[in-house]
């Protein structure tokens, strides 16, 4: 897909992505997430993207929350261990409106103290949620066990205790250190002129102040595997189970992507949905994901089932892993794994709002964004032999950590 970038002089990158439609997609991406907290800080990333739709220097929560709404748009944030996102959806005249208020919120929001303590109780009871389904409960504990003693092991929620505890002084101070101009993209998809939306990205983000100073990340270290049965008071037992793995700049990520579509991912052909639901009806809910990020990646399989069933469901997964590496897939296999992930992703292009996020993505993860076809030559150039070093590296057992939510009465 066609794509310009614009660079401002602090350093925002605009991207520009032509698209004949009556409907706009935007976001501002931040390279700054729950990674990025101190232990004592746990839940700030997302705390302050709560925090920047209660009060800026010249609007109240209502004016914020309505600047698009009032006009039929959808606007929304997200926060993960490595960025924070605002995003919208809009109609074409709207363009100017949805960058004045991003800008508006990211830089110009007051933190007021009122607000603050209103929107922790939010949080609280989000995390209340959070924690009263397992299944997704159990993926912050496992990666907690996996990642135990870095940053990435953290909830991204935070803990009741840290929330609680977060000042106006650790906001400001966070996005000072973070919030860094050369790592903020600002993407536009819709059908507009390259030179009127670097016209209004120069109206709103030219004014920023630079802010370029160095990243100071540290990595992840691989640590011994741990296997951890947890009673709760639950109907089912749910189960994670995995390991560390190839980070976003490994050569075998793309690989690796196969891999999870074959395996365990979208759709209702992969090889677990075939085994442990629809020919043994074991689980109702299994799956497989792989998250590469900045300097690991996390290669994890999630079910949910009946206690009985639990040791069962186990001992299928691990079957189908040394089936896999004890008879490695044909080209024709390898072919149409091939071709059901290039179908998927090729539809996948229809989520316009998706799509400018993950294209957002890419520009600050390797300074490019691919063509799809180039996308689709990188999985068609993925070998057997390729397959067979990543199913032998990946599924090595004696490096996987698992996580057992068992219930009790």
């Not at 929350?65 to 490595?82: C, F, P, Q």
């Not at 109702?284 to 206690?307: Q, V």
């Not at 799509?355 to 990188?378: H, P, R």
Request: charged share 20%.
């Amino acid at each position: 897909m066609e794509y310009n970038v614009h660079t401002l002089k602090n350093g925002i990158r605009i991207l520009h992505v032509p698209a004949a439609s009556a409907i706009s997609h935007a976001c501002i991406l931040v390279n700054a997430g729950s990674r990025d907290e101190n232990d004592a800080q746990m839940g700030l990333a997302h705390f302050i993207e709560h925090l920047i739709f209660k009060r800026t220097e010249k609007r109240t929560t209502s004016q914020i929350l309505n600047r698009l709404e009032s006009v039929g748009a959808d606007l929304n944030a997200y926060t993960t261990k490595e960025y924070t996102c605002v995003h919208a959806s809009f109609l074409h005249p709207y363009l100017d409106r949805t960058l004045e208020l991003f800008n508006d919120i990211v830089f110009h929001s007051t933190f007021p103290e009122d607000e603050m303590e209103k929107e922790k109780g939010v949080v609280l009871d989000e995390i209340a949620s959070y924690l009263d389904q397992p299944e997704e409960a159990i993926n912050d504990d496992f990666e907690d066990l996996l990642f135990r003693g870095h940053p990435f092991g953290r909830n991204i929620l935070g803990t009741p205790e840290t929330v609680t505890s977060l000042s106006k002084n650790d906001i400001q101070s966070f996005v000072k250190s973070n919030y860094r101009t050369d790592q903020i993209i600002v993407a536009v998809i819709g059908n507009y002129p390259l030179n009127k939306l670097a016209k209004i990205g120069e109206k709103y983000f030219a004014d920023v102040p630079e802010n370029t100073s160095p990243i100071t990340r540290v990595a992840p270290i691989v640590n011994s595997p741990l296997h951890q049965i947890v009673d709760k008071q639950i109907t089912q037992s749910h189960c994670m189970m995995g390991t560390q793995t190839y980070s976003l700049h490994h050569p075998y990520k793309t690989g690796l992507l196969l891999l999870n579509n074959l395996f365990g991912g979208n759709g209702m052909s992969s090889i677990l949905n075939l085994q442990l639901r629809e020919k043994y009806g074991i689980a109702y809910t299994i799956e497989s994901a792989y998250s590469p990020l900045s300097d690991t990646g996390i290669f994890a399989i999630y079910f949910g089932t009946d206690k009985e069933k639990a040791p069962k469901a186990m001992q299928l997964i691990r079957k189908e892993m040394n089936k896999l590496k004890q008879k490695p897939l044909t080209e024709v296999q390898l072919q149409k794994a091939q071709s059901k992930f290039i179908g998927q992703i090729a539809l996948g292009e229809e989520n316009r709002i998706g799509l400018i996020i993950a294209m957002a993505k890419s520009l600050l993860d390797y300074n490019q964004i691919d063509s799809l076809e180039t996308v689709f030559q990188k999985i068609r150039q993925v070998s057997v032999s390729d397959m067979s070093q990543i199913i032998n590296d990946v599924f090595d057992e004696s490096k996987w950590t698992s996580l057992l939510f068992n219930p009790v009465d």
